[in-house]
Each structure stands twice: as C-alpha cells, then as structure tokens.
C-alpha cells in the first residue's frame, strides 16, 4: 500500500492504492473512511489497481468549505483521478459511496467503465424521511458518562456479518466515533439526492451487490427494475461492513465483473 494526497479545488484528498491492472476506484461509506477496503488488498490486488480515498471530510482529507452536495462529492473525487491516471476506470462504492458511484458514472460517461452499486436503496419518500428521523435520534449528545459511546457500540456490534467476532466491529466504530469531530455529515447529502436522473443516464456496465445480513439495504428490487441492464449478487454472511467482513467472497465476485464475466444474477 502506498499512500498520499491530491490538491482538489477546497483542499487535499487522501488517499492509498495497492495492487497491479485495471483501475478500481473505491468509495467508502459516510461516516467511515478508505480503511474499509484494506482488507479487499490481499485478494485483488493480483488484478486491480485498488484506488482508495478519504472523501472530503473523512479520515484525513480536508473539510469542506460548506456542506457539499453529491455533486460536489463527485467533482472532488474526479479532479483528484484526473491526476491519478488519464484512462477510463472502474468503480466501486458502498452504501454513501454507491450514490457517488452512480452520479460520477451518469456525468462523466467516457472516464467511468463499470460501476459496482454495494449495498445500494431505493428508497420512497415516506422511507426516505423516516430514515432522516432515525438518524437524527442516534445523534445523541456527547455526555461525561459516556452513554453515547456504549449506545453506538452496541449500534456497530450488531451489524457485523454472520460468524464475525464482536472485535470486527472496533475499527469501524472508532472511525465512526471520530467523525463526530467533523463539521459535516455526507449522509445528509445522499438522503437530500434525487438518483432518478443519474439512474437513467448511467451508461455502463453495473453491479448492485449486497451482503445477505446488510440491514440498511431497501429496494434493490425496484433498482433492477430502473437498470433493466444490471447485475445482481449478494454476498453470503455479509452485513453492512461487507468488505471487512468477506473480503474473499466480495473480492471473487468484482474480479469477475471486472473481466466482464458477470457473476451469476441473484
């Protein structure tokens, strides 16, 4: 792995890359960061090009100047692969990072030649606006006890996959824990995003993939309905962390797509 930053309009984005082929962009989710696909290094690094950033105002890239829309994510994130590397390139996002994927994919057609949609929703409004309500209950305030740490723990331990140890959960509450010190969350902006359009205009090859125990994951169904052209597989025993919890099973299925294979439809 070998690591470092790109100057972007509002700062510098982080970012590390591993592996030898192909270019493939990895995009964590909101309140995480680039660790979230260390663990796919060791299975496809032999046949990507693994490129992963910290998004702006996550792990160590700068914090926007606003509170930046899912445009501006992509923006951010296309200027720093313009200096990357000037051939077209695969990518992958989860959950946040998925809609950032996607909007990337429908606005700049000739740089992006497949994406992979993990743990992607289509949500109604009414579901949209529920979850809004749920998250704005999590968001509990710092407390000199300390409740506010056990109660996201207990969040975090909950959504590892099937036969993970609770300690696979630590990493990932941590970084979330973090993100508390940062002065915007990107969950707003993928919540405040119409897909419809960038849902039509996506051109090129997509996956939507899935861990079986992902609990945020709603209406992949009904995104197959309005990407007539996708794929689909699910990763056994996966929850919301699916690369940390099955890097090899998540690994096996990418490489295939990115060879243009395409896994078997679920």
Not at 55 to 62: E, I, M, N, R, V
Not at 212 to 237: H, N, S, Y
Request: charged share 20%; glycine share 8%.
């Amino acid at each position: 792995m070998r690591k470092g930053y790109v100057d972007v309009s509002h700062g510098q984005l982080h970012y590390w890359t591993a592996g030898k082929g192909p270019v493939l962009l990895c995009l964590h989710q909101a309140s995480q960061d680039s660790t979230e696909y260390r663990a796919l290094i060791a299975h496809l690094g032999a046949h990507a090009t693994l490129i992963a950033f910290d998004l702006p105002g996550h792990g160590q890239s700068f914090d926007p100047p606003h509170e930046y829309g899912v445009p501006e994510y992509a923006d951010a994130l296309m200027q720093a692969m313009d200096q990357l590397t000037s051939e077209p390139f695969a990518v992958l996002g989860h959950h946040s990072g998925a809609v950032f994927a996607l909007d990337m994919a429908a606005r700049f057609k000739q740089r992006i030649s497949r994406i992979i949609l993990s743990g992607m929703s289509w949500r109604s409004a009414e579901n949209t606006q529920a979850l809004i309500a749920a998250r704005a209950k999590r968001n509990v305030p710092v407390t000199e006890d300390g409740a506010f740490l056990s109660g996201m723990w207990r969040t975090y331990a909950s959504l590892v996959g099937e036969g993970m140890p609770i300690d696979a959960a630590l990493e990932p509450y941590l970084v979330n824990q973090l993100m508390r010190l940062r002065p915007y969350d990107a969950h707003h902006a993928v919540l405040a995003w119409d897909q419809s359009d960038a849902l039509k205009a996506a051109p090129c090859p997509i996956l939507l993939l899935q861990g079986d125990q992902d609990v945020f994951v709603v209406g992949q169904d009904k995104l197959m309905e309005l990407l007539p052209g996708a794929q689909r597989c699910v990763i056994p025993g996966a929850g919301a962390f699916s690369f940390r919890d099955r890097p090899a099973a998540a690994s096996a299925i990418i490489q295939e797509f990115l060879a243009g294979k395409g896994p078997a439809v679920a």
